[in-house]
């Protein structure tokens, strides 16, 4: 092995592995928002345009994407702690160039570095999690898992205003390197060595394919009601990539050892998390984009005011991580993912209703029930992907679950996007309204409702031994 293993010590408490791993989500998260913050002071210090500089965040997303699909083949060959720390240490190891960078391609070349951390990180980390503690438990440890998660992206811009005014843009990426450094420490200390599987040659001609799809489609879905790119690039992006798919799921059912197995699709609650979740997480991914210009845009908040009414949400995900154990115990995964959908696109849609006059309690009073809510659901589909899944397909089935929630979070920024020029267009408008915000709410709650026919069709005790349900007494809530 590669870490050292220490002395022989009793188990940790089955919350401090969730923990340590989502201490890198956070990580992530933080600066990844953060960044966007502080793009514009950036760019005047290193003398570039800010619309150049965002090439430091494309760079990121298209190095992550490229790197998901081998985080399974990873994990396997050299050891999912293993492969986690070293993800922490390069993680923490980019941040600090980034943070020295005095230049645009220094900066680029980092965050590429960032991106490959940053590929391993999560979907190893899901691995860790998932071998590391009893099936049994998996879904109160991914309750956990999920609040970092959630909170990174939404306290990151605040995060970034307030390092960006007190300090300079630098410390968003310095401070990132001991937080990932007391990660790795921890997790040398808290999770056990979980060795690794039989692996056979990586799938290289799979990766091309597979990476480069994903790549092509996050790049293409990303400038999506942006300027950077002529719709002509846009529309080539989206076409090589979905053709670079397609290609790829032709070599999957021949490759011995595809980069992606999409044999696992096979299974009906891996089909349902992945087909299913994925239009739920569409029309959730639209929704941090969509709250952001209704607030600013439509209401004419400020940015820290509309930041504040928005923590509601990550505020509804920190209380929702005890009674998701409960929840899916009691009822069970299909009853809790048909009732749940509703009542989350029901209130996705509902904020399309509020007004410049909604008392602003009201707001943060909805918005936090919606956050516990899709908490809930964001628990019960990263959970239920692993029900049928055996150990030693545990790597590749989240390196599927990573790809495939990349690019529907890719896929939810378009869609926003699209509904909003279309609206424009349809009314012959030139700028933003509040009321074609409303709208695009309207059409992002419908297009949830989407997934409930693919809900109902998991079987009725699908994934009952990850919330213990199966043989165990039922807990009332």
């Given at each position: ?307 504040v009414i928005s923590f509601a949400g990550a505020m509804g ?161």
């Amino acid at each position: 092995m590669f870490l050292p293993r220490l002395v022989e010590r009793s188990p940790a408490p089955a919350y401090l592995i969730p923990l340590v791993i989502g201490l890198g989500l956070l990580m992530q998260g933080l600066e990844g928002t953060a960044i966007a913050t502080a793009l514009p002071t950036m760019a005047r210090a290193l003398g570039e345009s800010p619309v150049r500089l965002n090439l430091a965040i494309s760079a990121y997303m298209l190095s992550v994407a490229v790197c998901i699909p081998v985080s399974g083949w990873m994990a396997n060959r050299f050891g999912a702690r293993n492969v986690f720390c070293a993800a922490m240490a390069l993680f923490a190891l980019s941040s600090t160039l980034c943070g020295l960078s005095s230049s645009l391609p220094q900066l680029i070349a980092a965050r590429i570095l960032q991106g490959v951390a940053g590929a391993l990180m999560t979907p190893v980390g899901r691995v860790v999690l998932l071998r590391a503690t009893p099936r049994e438990q998996i879904v109160q440890a991914m309750s956990i898992l999920t609040v970092p998660a959630v909170l990174g992206p939404i306290i990151g811009p605040l995060v970034g205003g307030l390092i960006v005014e007190a300090a300079s843009w630098r410390w968003i990426f310095f401070l990132s390197a001991p937080v990932g450094l007391a990660g790795v420490i921890a997790a040398i200390l808290i999770i056990p060595d979980l060795g690794g599987e039989p692996a056979g040659p990586l799938d290289l001609r799979g990766l091309a394919m597979a990476g480069g799809g994903v790549a092509a489609l996050v790049s293409a879905l990303g400038e999506v009601g942006q300027s950077n790119w002529p719709p002509c690039a846009i529309v080539g992006g989206v076409t090589l990539g979905a053709l670079s798919l397609l290609a790829y799921a032709s070599h999957a059912r021949r490759a011995r050892a595809p980069v992606l197995d999409l044999s696992l699709l096979r299974s009906p609650p891996m089909q349902v998390a992945i087909l299913g979740g994925g239009i739920w997480r569409v029309a959730m991914g639209a929704s941090p984009l969509l709250l952001v210009l209704l607030l600013q845009v439509g209401f004419g908040l400020p940015p820290l005011k509309s930041a504040v009414i928005s923590f509601a949400g990550a505020m509804g995900a920190l209380l929702m991580k005890g009674p998701a154990t409960l929840l899916l115990r009691r009822y069970g995964f299909r009853r809790v993912l048909i009732v749940n959908g509703v009542l989350t696109s029901v209130l996705l849609g509902g904020i399309g209703l509020f007004q410049a006059s909604t008392p602003h309690a009201m707001i943060f009073g909805l918005l936090l029930i919606g956050g516990f809510l899709r908490s809930l659901q964001f628990t019960a589909l990263g959970t239920l992907c692993y029900a049928d899944v055996p150990d030693t397909a545990l790597g590749g089935a989240s390196a599927l679950a990573s790809t495939t929630q990349e690019l529907a979070q890719s896929l939810g920024v378009a869609a926003a996007a699209v509904t909003l020029q279309s609206l424009l267009v349809l009314r012959h408008g030139e700028a933003l309204s509040g009321q074609d915000i409303s709208i695009s709410f309207f059409v992002m709650g419908g297009l949830s409702l989407l997934a409930l026919p693919l809900f109902g069709r998991l079987p009725a005790g699908a994934g009952d031994v990850l919330s213990g349900r199966s043989g165990v007494a039922i807990v009332k809530v």
